[in-house]
């Protein structure tokens, strides 16, 4: 099975921040990787598929990069409503699979 | 707009078999390429991929959990159901149903249902 793993598992930032998250992946999986965003209470919501490709409607200051094993979501300047918990997941094959979460609190 | 929501009890006991169902609207489950998928989360923790199904009726289950699990289909109906046996108090949690797109060889989870909370308790 493919593991993921994402750190940091909790960062504290302020309003207007550059925010970078990284998912590694046990083995290759391409770019078939997605990422999600979960406030407290809800239902996750995609912002970003195929490791780059921005869902229609989701703010550009959310971005994601890298392929094989290792990718970024960076949001390029945190605001009010990005707090939240970040999933990536792994889409390689007929077996899905979730990272931790990090949690982006307000510092 | 495609819409999904989860049904089923809220409270089980422990052993007991929990059936849990996903009405959805907005696409059809025999149009080629779509799938219907369940994630669950316990409180406070991470989401957890459970099971999926394609609208060719190719059935995946997370290793894991494969023997407890059965996915179905009613595409007249437009849900899916998926029903877990021998229902244990590490099984609590929003249990969330989500349409599966695609595109050439890459998937992803969207849009998903607002949830159900079921409680595994004596």
């Known amino acids: 099975d493919i593991q993921l793993t994402q750190s940091p598992s909790f960062l504290s930032a302020s309003v207007g921040d550059r925010v970078t998250i990284t998912c590694r992946a046990s083995?290759?999986?391409?770019?078939?990787l997605a990422w999600y965003q979960q406030k407290p209470g809800k239902a996750p919501k995609l912002l970003i598929y195929a490791a780059s490709t921005l869902r229609g409607g989701v703010p550009s200051r959310f971005s994601g990069s890298g392929s094989g094993t290792e990718f970024t979501l960076t949001i390029s300047s945190l605001q009010p409503e990005d707090f939240a918990t970040y999933y990536c997941q792994q889409l390689n094959n007929y077996l899905f699979t979730f990272g931790p979460g990090t949690k982006v609190d307000i510092k | 707009q495609i819409t999904l929501k989860e049904s089923g009890p809220m409270l089980v006991k422990p052993t007991q078999t929990l059936t849990l169902t996903c009405t959805f609207s907005?696409?059809?489950?025999?149009?080629?390429?779509?799938?219907v998928g369940w994630i669950r989360q316990p409180p406070g923790k991470a989401l957890e991929w459970l099971a999926l199904i394609y609208w060719d009726d190719d059935k995946r289950y997370s290793p894991s959990l494969k023997n407890r699990f059965t996915i179905t289909k009613d595409t007249s109906k437009n849900q899916v159901v998926l029903r877990m046996t021998n229902m244990d108090p590490v099984d609590t949690a929003t249990y969330y149903c989500?349409?599966?797109?695609?595109?050439?060889?890459?998937?992803?989870?969207?849009?998903w249902g607002q949830g159900t909370l079921v409680t595994v308790s004596s």
């Open positions: 989500a349409h599966l797109r695609w595109s050439g060889k890459f998937r992803w989870f969207d849009p």
């Open positions: 083995q290759g999986i391409s770019s078939y």
């Open positions: 907005g696409f059809s489950l025999s149009s080629t390429g779509v799938g």
